[in-house]
């Protein structure tokens, strides 16, 4: 079992990457009202009602409240795990969940780093898929301490949600829209999307194989990352207009330290006669 000092160390580390996080997306709130704001709420509020219109949103999360609600989560656990249908053996499923995920996460950086090279967009985007990606990650580890749910292994409780679900839902719907952005042939957006929305799927299903997680784990971190992803891009908080604040972040330790002077994430101003409406 996780020790009390460790999980509260792992509560609070994930609590200041969630806070950090808002508070780079949403950081120009303060400035004043009667010239511009930071942030088009009108956009971000259509962009989060498009995130949880979006299937891979509430088909996970709705497939979780059926599967909590009949009680079948110990049953679907056994079976994975004694029956073993897809990776053979726990141990080659824990594997494979670490490769699945760390192969996403990272064809979610270089993709994030190709676009704006590409002149498929500016650094204020892939600076918002990293926030996405960090509030994501941050915001599902806060929730896994405060949940305190045993994993079907009894080895901790950090078990809902899947911080493995939801990093690789995340990372696969960054790439998706990195990819768009790169100009992938409108002909092969069904095939990418089919190929990355499996990935993350096998990535969820063989920590339930691996006796990491519980079903509804898996799905709620995974809606829980698409839908992040979704929303911070979609709502296109972040532009590179040359101009305005320039945040770096810095960690030493136990310190981190946010520095306003590279142009990787920087918000453009939305004027005050749009953002009245």
Known sequence: MLAEPAREFHRLFCLRAVILSLALLLGGCAADPGASSWVDWRGVA???????????????LATAAVIGVGGQDDAISRWATEDQPLFGSQSRARDASDVLMNGLVGTMLVTDALVPLAGGGDYGSSGANLLAFGASTGLVGAVKAASGRRRPDKTDRLSFPSGHADAAASAATLIAQDLDRLGMPAALDGTIDTALTGLALATGWARVEGQKHFATDVLVGAG????????????EIFRNDGDGPEPSLEIDGDQITVRLRYPLFQLRPVSSARAAG
């Open 224 to 235: 829980l990352g698409h839908f992040l992803a979704r929303l911070v891009d979609s709502s």
């Open 46 to 60: 259509g962009a989060a009602a498009g995130a949880a219109r979006d299937p891979l949103t509430w088909v996970p």
